[in-house]
């Protein structure tokens, strides 16, 4: 809306403003409002020509009646002789208050489906109310030209009285909705509001006392299918359900420049207050490009509440932040996909009111596309030597990841839309036949370093011919012949999002070597089949260096220590393109298996971006670091945690984490998992961690079978010189004490640590043949605080199973001694009976996780 709004002096007559103030073209490049123009700018108001001088309706002998506007005026009749008001509205020419005013009725008698309140003189407390009911395909619009004495803006809201637009037909105010308020304004131009949920309420309620309250308006029944600005409509995008102003945009609505057009809630005219809308961007391509226009008309000294932020990503509170707007201007920005948000955010209501939001049009930028074959020339004269010799077998294929990167360009666009993709030179990359020359067939070749294998991922494709005239074949190796590994068949699309923007499941592809083909076989030309295309992604993964691949899962790898090497660093995954697709939760698991003879180390030396969530924060402890939650369950939270096979939760850390606990070490002679889990995952937008591993020989825990009738083990020892102080030790040791001989045996177990039960314990087992891993009842917990123990089992109990379980910060220390009677001396020996805590013999428990009760209890 436009500038200059002048402030009225006094609370003297109403004064109708002549009906060509209201042509379009006033202000039009701040705002457009429908133009209400009924007759001659000399008349008395918008339906009284003159006042005296036409025959009376209600006396044909009379002459000195009011004279109408010939086109949609009616005289008031006998009570008010010198009034014209629009036809259907005659009974409200003493009192224009609590009136309905339906579309079709005024259409059908006036002939116009626009018209003119004026509001009685009221006394306040007041309250009048004006039922707008549009017809089919129309917008409720009000143009506010004059307000007396209707309340006072007290700097973030209206006191005292209001006159507001409410798109509903309960007549009840809403405080989401915009309310105008003043002593004596004129507005110039008007305050515009729209209103587009069908039947809509004008209430004018005065809430203290006044000697007079009235207002000026005209209203009109705008037709959403018009050329003219005022008929705006979202176009090209999807209203987000259960929403009330959030929208989402896709390229293939939206490939016609200008067609996708979206604005501020109620444009052109003024928004409500206090809304925050987000317009979701979304593309199916990773080189496709965003390009906005966008209008803006915001309170110039308000950036702070009333504003549009710009976001790389879907959602403010993880996302860069590109760019924000305000005041009145013109911005054309462009930035890549995959997603950007456009979020707007209106403060309370201020005056003057001449402000009006914004109107933003969108268009997806594709890569070129050429359907002339290509002459590019090889971009390297040693390539057409090399490929002719990787064509000749396997080992050369071999060889080819060898080859300097001064040698061979990164992406080798040979003749037509072949292509070569090397895993010495990129390890990961994105394709697609778009921006390529046509061709029939379009082959492309990824060859990897020897203990490499291909990852592929197909974001979209488009298959058309009929009958399998058009396919896609995987093969493994660099030929393309035989029979291929995987085959697409024409008729087929597929794209990477719904309708709703929601990206569709990977459909991912992993190859048995270190070499795979990839061809698009296409028949007749680019104009008899219209355009076929293939998009997609890939990863060269070394799994020496970085793990074997799991089947049929995205990124889980496994290390093992007899054939992973023995040190290396890892990161947190979703940075490659293959991730750029992903979205919602996303959890990665990267196992370390240490060998008999080993365990494995963990150092986080670095982490940024875990998120300050005021619901979870970490503990470091004795017994090592864990996450503390309040509401949500930690799957909803981003964090990084350690779990065994069994999914027990070693350790974690998510929301606050004070840096000075960083490095954070785990050491474990048995496999764990690290698991990274985002809860809420967008390309590139996850938290990120730098960890060091490394498998250690020691043996000093693991599985062992014990058949000797007596013994002695001891904890041995480990450097912890240069440990730092969040250093912990993950432990699992399992004994089997198997004798075929008869006996009574007894075990003592001691240490000097004097530690809780949830720092480390050991267990007594029965063994049970029947359990997957042979542990039966528990029989007896020993822990630290006891300091010695010794336990004496039941005669004959041959095969028993010791556990010790710990996760301390002080490597556990102890000894463990056993010994056999063989000769039975007392058969009244049964089984132990549940002893008191102060029963220094035995101590009996039930089947239960002891150690893992033993942790929550302690945290």
Same mark, same amino acid.
């Given at each position: ?23 379009? +073209? ?26 005296? $001088? ?29 009034? %014209? ?36 003189? &009221? ?8 039922? /707008? ?40 105010? @809403? ?90 809630? $109620?444009?052109?005219?003024?928004? !409500? ?21 966008? #209008?803006? &008309? ?15 990503? *879907?959602?403010?509170?993880? *996302? ?15 930035? !890549? ?19 009006? +939001? ?9 890569? #070129? ?6 002459? #590019? ?10 490929? @002719?010799?990787?064509?000749? *077998? ?28 090397? $895993? ?31 990852? /592929? ?42 309708? +709703? ?9 992993? @190859? ?5 083909? &990839?061809? &698009? ?29 799991? !089947? ?35 959890? %990665? ?51 990084? *945690? ?93 004994? /089997? ?13 001691? #240490? ?75 058969? $009244? ?31």
């Amino acid at each position: 809306m436009g500038a200059g709004r002048g402030r009225g002096g006094g609370a003297g007559a109403l004064l109708l403003l002549p009906p060509l103030l209201l042509l379009l +073209g006033v202000a039009r490049a701040q705002v457009a409002w429908t133009p209400i123009y009924v007759d001659g700018n000399n008349q008395v108001d918008l339906w009284t020509q003159e006042a005296q $001088g036409c025959p009376c309706n209600f006396d044909p002998a009379r002459e000195d009646c009011a004279c109408c506007v010939q086109d949609g005026g009616c005289q008031c009749g006998k009570h008010m002789p010198n009034r %014209c008001i629009q036809c259907g509205l005659e009974q409200h020419c003493g009192r224009m208050c609590n009136v309905t005013l339906d579309s079709r009725f005024l259409t059908s008698r006036s002939g116009k489906t626009f018209g003119q309140i004026k509001s009685p003189s &009221l006394e306040g407390p007041a309250f009048c109310w004006f039922l /707008l009911q549009p017809d089919v395909g129309q917008r409720v619009e009000v143009q506010v030209y004059r307000l007396v004495s209707a309340g006072r803006f007290n700097g973030t809201s209206c006191e005292g009285g209001f006159l507001q637009l409410v798109g509903d037909p309960d007549l009840i105010p @809403s405080p989401s909705e915009i309310q105008i308020c003043g002593g004596n304004e004129r507005f110039s131009p008007p305050v515009v509001m729209f209103s587009d949920r069908g039947t809509a309420s004008l209430l004018f309620i005065i809430n203290e006392k006044t000697h007079r309250s009235q207002f000026l308006a005209y209203f009109s029944f705008t037709s959403v299918s018009s050329a003219g600005d005022v008929a705006f409509r979202v176009r090209g995008g999807h209203h987000v359900k259960d929403t009330e102003c959030d929208w989402m945009f896709q390229e293939y609505l939206c490939r016609t420049p200008g067609y996708c057009v979206f604005a501020s809630p $109620g444009y052109p005219g003024l928004y !409500p207050p206090m809304r925050r809308c987000k317009y979701y961007i979304a593309t199916s391509s990773i080189q496709t490009m965003v390009h906005i226009n966008i #209008t803006s &008309l915001l309170p110039y000294t308000h950036c702070r509440t009333h504003n549009i932020a710009i976001y790389q990503g *879907s959602a403010p509170y993880n *996302s860069s932040l590109l760019k924000t707007i305000c005041g009145s201007r013109n911005t054309e920005i462009t930035y !890549p996909g995959p997603e950007l948000l456009v979020e707007f955010s209106s403060g309370p209501a201020v005056p003057p009111y001449d402000y009006n +939001g914004f109107l933003a049009t969108l268009e997806f930028i594709e890569p #070129t596309t050429s359907t002339e074959p290509s002459t #590019t020339p090889i971009l390297n004269p040693t390539v057409p030597r090399i490929m @002719s010799d990787v064509m000749k *077998s396997r080992e050369a294929a071999r060889k080819i990841a060898d080859v300097s990167p001064t040698t061979v360009s990164p992406r080798i666009t040979r003749i037509k839309c072949d292509q070569i993709f090397l $895993g010495n030179i990129s390890r990961s990359g994105h394709f697609d036949t778009k921006n390529k020359p046509w061709s029939p067939n379009c082959t492309m070749k990824f060859i990897g370093r020897s203990s490499d294998v291909v990852h /592929l991922s197909l974001f979209s494709y488009q298959l058309r011919a009929p009958s399998c005239e058009t396919v896609v074949e995987i093969y493994d190796g660099l030929t393309g012949t035989g029979k291929p590994r995987h085959q697409l068949c024409s008729p087929l699309a597929r794209f990477a999002r719904d309708p +709703g923007g929601r990206f569709l499941g990977q459909q991912t592809f992993i @190859s048995s070597e270190n070499v795979l083909t &990839l061809i &698009l076989r296409r028949p007749g030309s680019p104009l008899t089949l219209g355009e076929e295309f293939l998009n997609g992604a890939f990863l060269f993964h070394d799994e020496k260096m970085d793990g074997t691949l799991r !089947p049929d899962t995205l990124c889980d790898v496994d290390y093992y220590g007899s054939s992973s090497l023995l040190r290396g660093h890892i990161t947190n995954p979703g940075t490659h393109q293959l991730y750029w697709n992903l979205e919602g939760t996303f959890r %990665c698991l990267q196992r370390f298996v240490p060998a008999v003879n080993q365990s494995i180390l963990f150092t986080v030396t670095a982490l940024t971006g875990l998120f300050m969530d005021p619901n979870c924060h970490t503990v470091c402890g004795e017994s090592g670091c864990h996450c503390v939650t309040k509401l949500s369950p930690i799957s909803q939270m981003d964090h990084l *945690s350690f779990i065994t096979d069994e999914g027990k939760t070693v350790s974690c850390i998510c929301g606050e984490l004070q840096r000075e606990w960083l490095p954070i070490g785990l050491r474990s002679w048995s496999p764990l998992r690290i698991a990274y889990s985002v809860a809420n995952y967008s390309w590139m937008q996850g938290f990120q961690y730098t960890a060091e591993y490394s498998f250690i020989t020691d043996g000093l825990c693991g599985y062992s079978v014990i058949s000797d009738l007596s013994g002695e083990i001891h904890s041995g020892k480990v450097d912890t010189s240069t440990v730092d102080v969040n250093y912990f030790y993950f432990q699992e040791c399992v004994w /089997l004490f198997d004798s075929k001989t008869e006996r009574q045996l007894s075990i003592e177990l001691t #240490t000097e640590q004097n530690r809780s039960c949830a720092a480390w314990n050991m267990t007594i087992y029965k063994y049970d043949e029947n359990t997957i891993d042979n542990f039966g009842d528990a029989l007896h917990i020993f822990c630290p605080e006891d300091h010695k123990r010794k336990i004496t089992l039941p005669w004959n109990l041959n095969i028993v199973i010791l556990r010790l379980q710990s996760v301390t910060s002080a490597f556990p220390e102890f000894t463990i001694r056993w010994f056999s009677q063989t000769e039975f001396k007392n058969p $009244g020996i049964a089984e132990p009976a549940l002893s008191s805590r102060g029963n220094q013999e035995s101590r009996f428990f039930p089947v239960m996780e002891i150690f893992w009760i033993a942790v929550l209890m302690c945290t």
